[in-house]
């Protein structure tokens, strides 16, 4: 594929546009009313994606005059991304196509502190995994070798990290990480461009691009507790890239020790509640942050994901609800709803695939 048409910022507004047209496609004159791009313009951009095999012919329109236009529509099997998610005891993998329809999964066991050389060899086994040849090892020279429509790999996983640079900090209950260039050595081993995220922002990333609007919180409930944020349109990554850390928010003083060295946390006693077996203490208390969240940022709606809410979700859904419907009622403000995101626990190796298709469309900073 020629990576030139795809960095071309007048080509990404023409591709994204194929892309929300669908089968039934969109004409060139329609494009380029849409995009501010002159005709002429217009033809020349898709005439290069078509070339690329990234568009097609999808048919004629009536026109209101004159002859009928040619539409044309994505070719979502054109290019592929792949999406990681490192969770703390096992890693899942999936490829998307253009759309971002899942089109290969793969999940297996993972120790995320076996050490480094452990967990690269574990990903670049699962990658390889989901793309076209099977389980078929990865060549030195790169992953492209086996599906040379693969755009690259975007893997998420706890935080903290600095998304900008691709290297892990502190990761909660994993010091031995600080410091560790994820990004350059999953690059240097899969041959293909990497982006790395926190796994909060990857499926906050995800569910924006799937048309989630307005601003939401994504509370991620598993091996540990975080929050995605959107805010107008745009996942909130902070100066730092370190927000989101809301499993660590304390509130109650001098609590049950936390991993992350201090006491009271959500994360250690929403956790704490689920290892007992109290699903309904665990949501009441994920409630009180997910309140907290609504008080400081007057959000539209929160998101719950995660295995362990993947597992109980009425449990999750009706506990933080009810706790958002008894503050709404001291302020006098409509109750923030509570939904639990589609797909089971696979938003964050959805969402981490979104982190390289989204500059291909234009959408680099959502």
């Given at each position: ?14 591709l994204?546009?194929?892309r929300t ?5 969109i ?9 501010g ?5 217009v ?55 253009l ?5 290969a ?17 574990a990903?670049?086994e ?35 990290l ?27 081993r899969?041959?293909?461009?990497v ?19 307005g ?15 959107v ?23 001098d ?56 597992a ?55």
């Amino acid at each position: 594929m020629n990576l030139l048409s795809l960095r071309s910022h007048n080509a990404a507004l023409v591709l994204d546009l194929l892309r929300t047209a669908g089968d039934g496609g969109i004409s060139r004159l329609e494009l380029a009313e849409r995009t501010g791009l002159t005709p002429q313009a217009v033809s020349k951009i898709t005439a290069r994606l078509r070339e690329d095999g990234l568009a097609a012919e999808a048919g004629r329109r009536a026109s209101t005059g004159g002859k009928p236009r040619t539409v044309l529509r994505l070719v979502p099997e054109a290019g592929h991304a792949v999406g990681v998610h490192l969770d703390r005891d096992e890693v899942r993998v999936v490829r998307v196509d253009l759309r971002g329809t899942v089109v290969a999964e793969r999940r297996a066991a993972l120790d995320l502190g076996a050490g480094s050389e452990a967990v690269l060899a574990a990903v670049r086994e699962a990658v390889a995994g989901v793309l076209p040849v099977g389980r078929d090892p990865v060549p030195r020279h790169g992953l492209s070798v086996l599906d040379p429509s693969l755009l690259g790999v975007g893997a998420a996983l706890p935080g903290p990290l600095d998304h900008g640079r691709g290297v892990l900090h502190r990761v909660t209950g994993f010091p031995e990480w600080d410091g560790f260039p994820l990004r350059e050595a999953l690059e240097e081993r899969l041959g293909v461009p990497v982006v790395v995220d926190k796994d909060t922002n990857a499926a906050a990333l995800g569910l924006a691009a799937g048309g989630e609007c307005g601003s939401f919180a994504y509370l991620h409930l598993g091996t540990g507790l975080g929050a995605g944020l959107v805010i107008g349109g745009s996942v909130h990554r902070g100066a730092r890239t370190g927000a989101g850390e809301f499993g660590h928010q304390v509130i109650q003083l001098d609590g049950p020790p936390c991993t992350c060295g201090d006491r009271g946390c959500v994360e250690a006693l929403c956790l704490g509640a689920v290892a007992r077996g109290d699903l309904a203490e665990a949501a009441r208390v994920l409630g009180a942050g997910a309140a907290n969240l609504v008080g400081l940022l007057d959000i539209d709606v929160v998101l719950l994901g995660g295995r362990t809410v993947a597992a109980a979700p009425e449990a999750f859904a009706g506990g933080v609800g009810a706790v958002l419907e008894a503050r709404a009622r001291r302020t006098g403000q409509g109750a923030v709803p509570v939904r639990v995101t589609a797909g089971g626990d696979g938003a964050v190796a959805v969402g981490a695939a979104q982190l390289v298709l989204g500059p291909v469309f234009g959408r680099g900073g959502v």
